[in-house]
């Protein structure tokens, strides 16, 4: 005999085992999804780790100015203008050495500065004004207080950079229309001020700039466009008020 079991009265229902395939499936897709999470969250904070020692590393491998700005005057052929501009620089929160190596030496005799013949010189100072831009300017260095001599600046030593926009000629006195002349290219491509250039006059705004290698004793690593890296360096702005 056949029971026959009316829509109303039937009842369905799941299985454990289904329940169980049911929360697995549920378990596996919440770990893939908090795996993802997990891997992109430390993946970023690496990021950003990165991105702050890459920024310690660049500033205890900058300069910094300490003291005042000096611009020297002298006279040049019947005007006076700014023939060298100095200032003391030191080795930012106690970091790496800089290269300090100079392309010029001065002495205070016959005409300064003098080339440093092979001088192999990583630190480049550019100038610019209103009338002309620099891109290798002639300086040299002058090594103040504790030094060890070996043209690296280092923790608690400070140097003197003269930056030479004219040649001075020093058997001649500071008022003669001779005391400067005008530059002429070097072997290694910097000047000064040309013939044809502009010297600075009264109320001029200059800014001079100094870029120190990427690191010591390296050679420049180059970005993927080709320009060498360095690290940061500083600018000196100053207006000029001649008397």
């Given at each position: ?121 990583k630190t ?53 229309s001779s ?26 705004k200059f ?37």
């Amino acid at each position: 005999m056949f029971r026959t079991v009316t829509r109303e009265s039937s009842q369905r229902g799941i299985t454990g085992l289904e329940t169980a395939i049911i929360l697995i499936a549920f378990v596996v897709v919440a770990s893939v999804f908090a795996f993802t999470v997990l891997s992109t969250g430390i993946f970023a904070s690496e990021r950003s780790k990165e991105t702050v020692y890459a920024g310690i590393q660049e500033t205890k491998s900058s300069l910094e100015p300490r003291g005042a700005v000096v611009a020297y005057k002298a006279d040049r052929g019947g005007t006076n203008t700014i023939y060298k501009v100095s200032f003391i620089v030191s080795n930012a929160v106690a970091g790496e050495p800089i290269d300090l190596t100079p392309p010029y030496t001065s002495d205070g005799s016959g005409t300064d500065p003098d080339i440093s013949s092979g001088a192999e010189y990583k630190t480049i100072v550019s100038y610019n004004d209103q009338n002309q831009v620099m891109s290798d300017v002639p300086w040299s260095v002058d090594w103040l207080g504790n030094s060890n001599s070996d043209n690296l600046l280092e923790t608690g030593e400070k140097t003197e950079i003269s930056v030479w926009l004219l040649i001075r000629d020093t058997a001649e006195a500071i008022t003669s229309s001779s005391a400067t002349s005008y530059w002429t290219a070097d072997s290694n491509g910097s000047s000064g001020i040309l013939s044809k250039g502009t010297i600075l006059d009264k109320n001029d705004k200059f800014t001079i700039t100094l870029s120190p290698p990427e690191r010591c004793g390296s050679s420049y690593s180059e970005d993927v466009a080709g320009s060498p890296r360095r690290n940061h360096g500083f600018e000196v702005t100053t207006k000029i008020s001649l008397v």
